[in-house]
């Protein structure tokens, strides 16, 4: 496994990480092409970066591409999320971490019925913040306001006192249907769905880096 990490350096000392990741799970007797769940936050870190070369930095903003986030097997503390538990760790050990004013994750983003989670394990300053740039560019109605807990990349970092943010929609199809199947395919996607996560996140990462 392995992690790509992008640095566009800033001059104020702290740091912004805007992540995801690009492993597809393996899965026995399913040809899963993982367009949404493995896809999705690829395609869209590819163009958060094209658009953030063209952005002034502050502070040091970071893209990371994490491999590992499926488990092997059966999801468990230990087989799940290798890649950014490794990175965690490493981040800890040289500074970075201790730098960082947010981690934003992004997964499972591109469903044509978008409905962003409020999740539980992240920051509640960065959801009402999440929330409040939704609501100013008219897309509010794609973020759910009731909070619920999902275990992701971001939680190696949340356990090591950064302030954490998942954007994911884990209502793929009905009844999450289609979510580890062969029916993850690309024409369930939405490039809306991936336009409204992008303008938040880059409304996010700009009130960050006042």
């Not at 590819?46 to 893209?63: G, T």
Request: aromatic share 10%.
């Amino acid at each position: 496994m392995a992690n790509v990490v992008l640095k566009f350096s800033g001059s104020s000392g702290r740091a912004i990480a805007v992540t995801g990741h690009f492993d597809t799970k393996k899965i026995p007797m399913v040809h899963f092409l993982g367009a949404n769940d493995g896809g999705s936050s690829t395609g869209f870190l590819l163009e958060f970066a094209r658009v953030a070369a063209k952005m002034s930095h502050h502070d040091d903003l970071y893209i990371v591409f994490f491999d590992g986030e499926e488990a092997v097997g059966e999801w468990t503390d230990r087989d799940s999320v290798y890649g950014s538990r490794h990175l965690a760790a490493k981040w800890a050990s040289d500074g970075t971490l201790a730098r960082l004013k947010a981690l934003i994750n992004i997964d499972m983003i591109g469903d044509k019925e978008l409905d962003i989670m409020n999740d539980g394990n992240s920051n509640a300053g960065l959801v009402q913040l999440m929330l409040a740039v939704a609501d100013k560019l008219g897309d509010g109605k794609y973020f759910l306001r009731e909070r619920q807990g999902i275990d992701d990349d971001h939680i190696p970092f949340a356990q090591s006192g950064v302030n954490v943010l998942d954007i994911i929609d884990f209502n793929y199809g009905p009844n999450n249907a289609y979510w580890h199947t062969a029916q993850d395919t690309d024409d369930k996607l939405s490039e809306h769905s991936f336009q409204v996560v992008g303008d938040v996140v880059v409304g996010m990462v700009r009130e960050l880096d006042r």
